[in-house]
């Protein structure tokens, strides 16, 4: 944190009433300052290095760079940075992704003001902020099989609604690997049929439609 005693933080999210109520409620704590405002993960990479803020609340789905992104490429370049996911996801593999990339907490938007305050002093002083809700979410994911790239990609078609012959002519591969990838998907997965992979893999944050 910076000499001063005000928290200095910056604000990424792509719905400028959402920026606009955060920076709100941080700038009516007198121990905090919204010094910067990004409307996507890209503009988010610019402002740190050019502000280098205390804390940094970053939305998971923008234009152009996501979050995740963007929190991989700012903790790669600037070690201390300390970063919070603001999000409306809150599936296991949004969650994992996020503090994955570097971020040391994970608040959803539904989260009353005096928690996100909380929230943005736990990690300034470079401590984690975790809540036991999140905190289960992940130990759910760590436990749950990897799926492989490849299986990432056929899933990503299945959620398309492609066919097997679909998938195999996009990614130039037989239509008997594709159906091995996906019996793989469905075990990993542990459901028994593709529309209750692709709902479970929605639900989880694995996949986007």
């Known amino acids: 944190m910076s000499q001063s005693a005000t928290i200095r933080v910056l604000i990424a999210d792509d719905h400028s009433i959402v920026r606009q109520g ?16 990004a409307e996507d993960g890209q503009q988010a990479i610019e402002l740190f290095r050019q502000h280098q803020p205390d804390v940094t609340l970053m939305d998971l789905r923008m234009p ?23 999000t409306t996801y809150d599936g296991d593999e949004d969650i994992y992704r996020g503090l994955h990339a570097g971020a040391q907490g994970y608040l959803l938007k539904d989260a009353k003001p005096n928690e996100l305050l909380q929230a943005i002093r736990i990690v300034a002083r470079g401590q984690q902020y975790i809540p036991p809700e999140v905190g289960a979410k992940l130990v759910q994911r760590l ?32 239509e008997s690997t594709v159906k091995s990838h996906v019996n ?26």
Do not use: H, W, Y
């Open 22 to 37: 955060l920076a709100t409620i941080v700038n009516r704590d007198p121990e905090m300052t919204v010094i910067a405002q």
């Open 143 to 174: 436990s749950n099989p990897e799926l492989s790239e490849r299986e990432l990609e056929v899933l990503g078609l299945m959620a398309q609604g492609m066919s097997n012959l679909d998938i195999a002519t996009t990614l130039i591969i037989s």
């Open 184 to 209: 793989r998907i469905l075990g990993k997965l542990g459901v028994s049929d593709r529309t209750q992979a692709v709902i479970v893999a929605v639900k989880r944050g694995i996949v986007s439609l």
């Open 64 to 86: 152009q760079v996501g979050g995740v992104e963007a929190i991989s490429a700012i903790c790669a370049e600037f070690k201390p940075a300390r970063i919070i996911v603001l």
